[in-house]
């Protein structure tokens, strides 16, 4: 486990063995692939964009599943699985209705390679998922400590962010600029 999402971190450095907020490993790892997940539905929503494909319902995933994966905000396995399986799924809808517009428009199938990361797919367990987050651990997110400390910076903003963002979407305060910005970083 590495988690320093908060100021309850242990000695300021992360928690490494249980959260002090009682985040448990698994659930740190499960948080992990939720991120990866995000990043996997964002490349297509981004590919989507292109052509003005808009889904109100990922736009409102994004929000909760950045939301849930703040410091203290959700410690249930299942639900953070089924989150992740959500993600997924309408990781494939939206690439979905890309593929079919992009033939549509172009008389030809979609070809380019875009990143590993588009292709992921999650593990049919739990289990499956908590060990294949160790390839999404934040620590090796680049060997570069300049640019690993700026995705982790922004990738804490963000969720910070989404806080917000998901509290306004449940007051019925839908912002597409504030979407189209989540999904670009």
């Not at 989507?48 to 249930?76: C, G, M, P, R, Y």
């Not at 309408?90 to 199938?109: M, S, T, V």
Request: glycine share 4%; hydrophobic share 35%.
């Amino acid at each position: 486990m590495f988690c320093y999402q908060c100021e309850q971190t242990a000695k300021a450095l992360g928690c490494d063995k249980l959260g002090v907020c009682g985040k448990s490993p698994e659930q740190s790892d499960l948080q992990d692939v939720i991120f990866y997940a995000l990043k996997n539905l964002s490349i297509w929503m981004l590919k989507a964009n292109e052509f003005e494909i808009k889904d109100q319902e990922v736009d409102k995933h994004v929000f909760e599943a950045l939301f849930s994966i703040v410091t203290n905000v959700n410690f249930d396995n299942e639900r953070l699985y089924q989150i992740i399986l959500k993600t997924y799924n309408l990781k494939e809808k939206i690439k979905q209705e890309f593929l079919k517009e992009y033939k549509r428009k172009n008389n030809k199938d979609f070809s380019e390679k875009i990143s590993q990361i588009a292709e992921w797919q999650p593990l049919p367990t739990i289990e499956e998922m908590i060990q294949e987050a160790k390839n999404f651990d934040i620590r090796n997110d680049s060997n570069n400590e300049d640019i690993r400390s700026l995705r982790h910076l922004l990738r804490f903003g963000l969720e910070g962010m989404a806080a917000y963002a998901y509290h306004a979407q449940e007051l019925g305060e839908i912002d597409e600029n504030v979407t189209d910005f989540f999904i670009r970083l």
